[in-house]
């Protein structure tokens, strides 16, 4: 490391131990990491399908699939390679280290614009995801909710994408519970996180481009009310302006070095 990165990471050490409040807002390369792709980089998924997002991934391109009863494979690929890969992804040491900064009572809550459960299963609780789960699904025709495992089951029986509702008299088509280009934002989620925005006194920014509205409003909201912002991505943002702190580096080797810092800075204040 050098002498300017091991700076910063002992000052971020020091600030999270003196937070009252401090939150983490993660982004797609929170995960990558893990092996989950994200979506506008060099190996994303849009980038390989070379389609316009707006073309799979809008909900008016879900509806018009589903009003159509015929399946979109641009979609499907799209859909089913996530799938697959969160099936197999597991938390990575940043995903741990968030969960353990959750644990010591430093982190108060995660706001996350990813979809995989990979938060609560590093050992964070308190997680806003903003952007949806794919651990549900919903009938957009009679809101009956599916489980995840229930519905990769439909789909694996019946090579269909979006599988039917099970429902008598229903047949709807069965939506994950992600956000889709043209889609609210959970609104209890989106309220959470505007109040920890303005609550918190640091806030941890990993992996976001930050490109994303209204997620990539809140390190402004944070800022606007005295909090420190830290961002550490491999890319530049369209926040580094606002930022107290910058660190270029990928979050499983940057994260763990920060925590080895807070917990220096423990044993000190225990001595």
Known sequence: MTEDLTEKIK????W??????????SG????TESGIPDFRGPEGVWTK??????DVSSIAAFEDMASSKTPDPRMQEMLMGIVQKLITARPNKGHKVVGKLYKKGYVKAVITQNIDN???????KEVIEVHGTY????????????????????????????????????????????VFFGEMLPPMALRKSMHYAETTDLMLI????????PAANLPNIAKSNGAKIVIINDEETPKDNIADIIIRGRLGEVLPKILE???????KKGS
């Open 11 to 14: 000052t971020v050490a020091k």
């Open 118 to 124: 990979l938060h609560q299963r590093g050992g964070a």
């Open 28 to 31: 797609a390369g929170m995960s």
């Open 135 to 178: 651990k549900t699904a919903t009938c957009m025709t009679c809101g009956n909710k599916y489980k995840f495992e229930q519905l990769l089951q439909m789909v694996l029986q019946d090579g269909m994408f979006p599988p039917l509702c099970e429902k008598t008299q229903c047949g709807g088509f069965i939506k994950p519970d992600v």
């Open 206 to 213: 990993l992996g976001s481009s930050l490109v994303v509205y």
């Open 49 to 54: 399908l070379g389609d316009d997002p707006m």
């Open 261 to 267: 810092e807070v917990e220096l800075l423990e044993q």
């Open 16 to 25: 999270i131990v003196e937070s009252k409040y401090a939150i983490v807002l």
